[in-house]
């Protein structure tokens, strides 16, 4: 085949270190997430909806097959973290755990992860980020230790 043709749709999960509140600024939070879908975007991948709480996100998009995600992550936390710096002095301790969660995501499940992610903050009246992603990783069939998933 003379083309290279890749549709890769990730949900990707990751939380600010020691998940402490730091995106408590609704005014933050959403530009941050906006912020976030152009770091997406200059590297060549499309985000389809940004989300999350004070203390985590949730990034469903689909990935540049030009880019491995490590590396889209990766831009993704250093940008976005001198960003907020940058924006909220009072945010100069703001760092992002060092791990992340990602996951493929059918076509026929891009509305359903969709709708979860942009309802983040009425889930997590119920539910912590902890049992939230200890849920996903097992419905995933993935064994943790907790040992090595928090920071």
């Known amino acids: 085949m003379p083309q290279s043709l890749a549709f890769i749709y990730a949900h990707l999960v990751f939380s600010t270190k020691n998940r402490v509140d730091y995106l408590k600024n609704k005014e933050v939070k959403d530009k941050l997430f906006a912020y976030i879908g152009s770091i997406l975007r200059n590297n060549d991948s499309t985000p389809m909806v940004v989300g999350g709480t004070a203390n985590h996100v949730h990034i469903l998009c689909s990935i540049s097959k030009n880019h491995p995600l490590s590396a889209v992550i990766r831009e993704i936390k250093r940008s976005s973290s001198k960003w907020v710096k940058d924006f909220d002095s009072s945010l100069s301790a703001f760092q992002w755990q060092n ?8 076509k026929g499940n891009l509305q359903r992860v969709c709708s979860y992610i942009a309802n983040q903050e009425k889930h997590h009246q119920r539910v912590s980020f902890e ?19 928090w920071d």
């Not at 791990?99 to 059918?106: D, N």
């Not at 049992?131 to 998933?149: A, C, H, K, S, V």
């Open 131 to 149: 049992e939230e992603l200890r849920d996903i990783l097992r419905r995933q069939g993935i064994e943790i230790d907790e040992r090595y998933l």
């Open 99 to 106: 791990g992340y969660a990602a996951f493929s995501v059918s």
